[in-house]
């Protein structure tokens, strides 16, 4: 059974830095396509979330938002079984709760920061930064 827990989030000031983990049970977090979703407050429950950050199967490849690229990235252990998504210089505009999806994929271009491609994802995480 694929199981996704999140952790890491947290309150910092603008300009800070957090790094989020995901933990995997049930499946190789390298085997798989893996993403982070945000849903912001007060974000209306039928809109999709935003897609952040994305890594292949291989961790080679990645993909991100144009609003958190050259701030945010992506990453995986092997060995931990984990994934990471180290954020820096955050602004208020990235709060949010934070979420660890998966699937087996294949996913190919926009699909791969879309939602509702992964079939698996975590509760979540929090990450509030004030300016």
């Known amino acids: 059974q694929v199981q996704l827990v999140e952790s890491g989030g947290g309150s910092v000031q603008a300009g800070g830095s957090l790094r989020l983990s995901c933990a995997a049970y049930?499946?190789?977090?390298?085997?798989?396509?893996m993403c982070w979703f945000r849903q912001a407050p007060g974000q209306a429950p039928g809109k999709e979330r935003e897609g952040v950050a994305a890594i292949l199967p291989g961790g080679k490849i990645t993909y991100y938002a144009d609003s958190v690229k050259g701030r945010f990235t992506i990453s995986h252990d092997t060995a931990k079984n984990t994934v990471y998504l180290q954020m820096n210089s955050l602004k208020p505009e990235d709060t949010a709760m934070y979420y660890c999806?998966?699937?087996?994929?294949?996913?190919?271009?926009?699909?791969?920061?879309?939602?509702?491609?992964?079939?698996?994802r975590g509760q979540g995480t929090q990450v509030t930064v004030s300016s």
């Open positions: 999806a998966a699937d087996f994929g294949p996913l190919y271009g926009g699909s791969v920061l879309r939602a509702n491609s992964y079939k698996y």
């Open positions: 049930g499946y190789t977090v390298s085997s798989y396509y």
